[in-house]
């Protein structure tokens, strides 16, 4: 079937606010979502069937089955796919007006500031509060605005970061939260319902429309809470935190580098299940502590510490399912990865958390 | 004097209330409630964490709290 | 693969406020949701994926390609197929564990209170006024609640109708707005951006969770409004109105019966395309004018008064384009599909709004 | 005295505003206001079919108006 455009966008432009001349800044906009999960995944779906003409999404994970409850336009089917590619296809598929691409590679210190650099509106999705710093001083540092989303449970917060108004650039997460709270759990998720998700991921969905077409009053220099439970809504107003220097900031942290939610679910496992196969004939336990004299509450076959691992010379028993063990679960996880970068059929896992969590 | 306490986030669970009425001294700074919640609430120890609002604006811990403010008590959050 | 049901829901069980309990209660609800548009294709799925057992959903309309930049759930390979059974089919491929129906008739004055009836839960999805109060008013008569949504441009209402509390039912749609307006354009729609579609949809379903779980606080008794251009939220507390009688209303009033808000798209033809098809040799207009005297502004071929047209001996000619017309587009639209119905290979039109919008 | 209106739904659109100040005697009703609307702007002559609400409560015609009430016209709205 022939989609006329004009046809498909007439409920838009047909609004004096938004008009062929909104349709058109839509179409040219440079959208950058990072993270397709529950904010991610409605917010590139709902910005495409607006008609935003450009979209890149970046998310390094793959679908699980508990992420369907919330993350709706993902199903059985999909589980265990690339969310990036997932969702690229979907919009593929229902959007005929919009350019969509994807990046299935974790955004990081090293590659941030180049990625931001090149859109016009950088939309957090992510469910991570180190990344989401990481994203905020890369946007300040970049000059692009940001539409921020982030939740626990029944409140959402939303609020748009770092656009030029008379002058000066707008208040960022840290004129809210300075430092990088350590006492936020990242890896495990404090549970949600799905509508607060969606109401989070259509409020930046909003703010990105009325960015676009200078339409309407932004959430600049606010923090929006949204609980859904008493369908209240707070707004704190900020003010720029003269004394935070992000360019100094962001040259000295690490935004912990390496941490757990980088690591893919497919790569893991978890305690319960290792627990489980231990006693499994075709389970070869390796252990990369570095001291070999930590005392490990499991027997391991082989102990080749991380600094001396030699992926290149390994020589790996396609017989077996090896699992990589360590104290955090961190540079298992980094063995793991190489091992099946360069061995793909090995079957090899990292536990999850480590031993410290055993 | 009293006041009016709101949380948000996590601080909902770990005070088991989304508001409250609340009792201060005449005069407390920020800083001083952000002490006594601490020492009421050991559960929030890591209020210096977390945003202040005193009638729905970002306060620092120097500013001095007034009869009936609305005061919120505002985390980070990290879902998505 | 095999979809673990405590694996799907593990999100929303971890929350106290819902829990195992909170889950068996919404996989045994049953939830109406009529109109499968902007407001009630999110509202399904959502609903669906939140693990409601039991949706039936309702709507007489087929897709069109300017729906789809808010109905993100349909897609350009979707456009002119039945909303009602799409959305079944989407649900059933994102969610194993809910049953779906659906029904593509109209509800009416007949059909309605026997439909309700059999719910827990009615969610108005509807975009046309009539029909709006048509629903209220029989949930009222068969003590139903109803979560009500309903959408001008960037505003949207929501709220939660007839719900026992404390020895009676709480406020209904008539207690905002007593009579039906005369002068709220049904059939044309204004313009909207897909956000605030979307969250007024997900107020709603946020709506039907706290009420099948019993957790958080309803909008009873009060009409919450949001403005997506200012992100202000406006709660009107309501009264019990005791001077209206529903059962006489309901008894009395017609619900602007056979007006155009349930013509199907595909049997309709504007006045610009028939404009252009006026003097195609292929064309044939047939009015259906009662008194044949009335001055009709173009050339018609046949004149069948409505009162004495004869289906069942109406001989077509299968190589002509009909379009029948009247005064309003509305007895042309009921011989229309009649002739449809009779002979579904026959091309045949209604003029849309009739010679009166000519 | 003074009062804040607020417009919604097609209102905004009616009277070109989303909000005003607007002067009105002491002790009007609100069909007084309605009167006086109809007569400033002639679009809203469905007001009768529209929703009043005084400081957030729906408000019957014979209520009567104090100084600084906020009232929210509100009519219905079909959109789906």
């Known amino acids: 079937m022939n989609i006329s455009k004009s046809e498909y966008f007439k409920r838009q432009t047909t609004l004096s606010e938004i008009g062929e001349e909104g349709q058109q800044l839509l179409q040219k906009a440079n959208i950058l979502v990072i993270g397709c999960g529950g904010l991610g995944s409605p917010v590139a779906i709902y910005l495409a069937a607006s008609g935003v003409g450009n979209i890149h999404l970046v998310d390094f994970d793959t679908i699980s089955i508990s992420n369907l409850h919330r993350q709706v336009f993902y199903n059985t089917a999909t589980v265990e796919k690339s969310k990036a590619a997932v969702l690229a296809s979907e919009i593929a598929k229902k959007t005929p007006f919009t350019n969509v691409t994807f990046s299935e590679e974790a955004v990081s210190k090293t590659n941030i500031l180049e990625l931001v650099s090149k859109f016009d509106v950088v939309v957090d999705g992510t469910d991570n509060?180190?990344?989401?710093?990481?994203?905020?001083?890369?946007?300040?540092?970049?000059?692009?605005?940001?539409?921020?989303?982030?939740?626990?449970?029944?409140?959402?917060?939303?609020?748009?970061?770092?656009?030029?108004?008379?002058?000066?650039?707008?208040?960022?997460?840290?004129?809210?939260?300075?430092?990088?709270a350590t006492d936020i759990p990242n890896c495990g998720e404090a549970g949600t319902m799905n509508p607060i998700v969606g109401l989070i991921a259509l409020l930046q969905v909003n703010e990105v429309i009325k960015l676009i077409t200078k339409t309407g009053k932004l959430l600049t220099n606010q923090l929006l809470i949204y609980n859904a439970l008493e369908n209240s809504q707070f707004k704190m107003k900020l003010k720029k935190n003269?004394?935070?220097?992000?360019?100094?900031?962001?040259?000295?942290?690490?935004?912990?580098?390496?941490?757990?939610?980088?690591?893919?679910?497919?790569?893991?496992?978890?305690?319960?299940?290792?627990?489980l196969k231990l006693n499994d004939t075709a389970t070869e336990i390796?252990?990369?502590?570095?001291n070999i004299n930590t005392p490990i509450p499991f027997e391991v076959h082989q102990k080749k510490p991380f600094h001396s691992f030699d992926i290149e010379n390994f020589n790996p028993d396609f017989t077996?399912?090896?699992?990589?063990?360590?104290?955090?679960?961190?540079?298992?996880?980094?063995?793991?990865?190489?091992?099946?970068?360069?061995?793909?059929?090995?079957?090899?896992?990292s536990l999850a958390e480590g031993i410290e969590n055993y | 004097m009293k006041?009016?306490?709101?949380?948000?986030?996590?601080?909902?669970?770990?005070?088991?209330?989304?508001?409250?009425?609340?009792?201060?001294?005449?005069?407390?700074?920020i800083e001083a409630?952000?002490?006594?919640?601490?020492?009421?609430?050991?559960?929030?120890?890591?209020?210096?964490?977390?945003?202040?609002?005193?009638?729905?604006?970002?306060?620092?811990?120097?500013?001095?709290?007034l009869n009936n403010d609305v005061v919120a008590i505002i985390p980070p959050v990290s879902g998505g």
């Open chain 1, 129 to 180: 509060l180190q990344i989401k710093y990481l994203i905020n001083d890369a946007c300040v540092l970049t000059k692009k605005p940001l539409v921020y989303g982030s939740l626990y449970k029944f409140d959402g917060y939303v609020a748009t970061f770092n656009v030029f108004e008379s002058k000066a650039y707008s208040c960022n997460l840290r004129d809210a939260f300075p430092k990088i």
């Open chain 1, 242 to 275: 003269e004394s935070i220097a992000i360019e100094e900031i962001f040259k000295n942290s690490t935004y912990g580098a390496l941490n757990c939610a980088t690591q893919k679910p497919i790569l893991l496992i978890s305690k319960g299940d290792f627990k």
């Open chain 2, 33 to 65: 409630l952000k002490l006594k919640l601490i020492a009421q609430f050991a559960s929030l120890k890591n209020i210096n964490d977390f945003a202040i609002a005193v009638n729905e604006s970002y306060a620092k811990d120097h500013q001095l709290l």
């Open chain 1, 320 to 349: 077996k399912n090896y699992v990589i063990v360590c104290n955090k679960g961190i540079t298992s996880y980094n063995i793991t990865q190489q091992l099946k970068d360069k061995f793909p059929a090995l079957n090899v896992l």
């Open chain 2, 3 to 29: 006041i009016q306490l709101l949380f948000f986030g996590i601080t909902t669970d770990l005070v088991g209330e989304s508001s409250m009425s609340y009792e201060v001294p005449e005069n407390s700074s």
């Open chain 1, 286 to 290: 390796i252990s990369v502590i570095n």
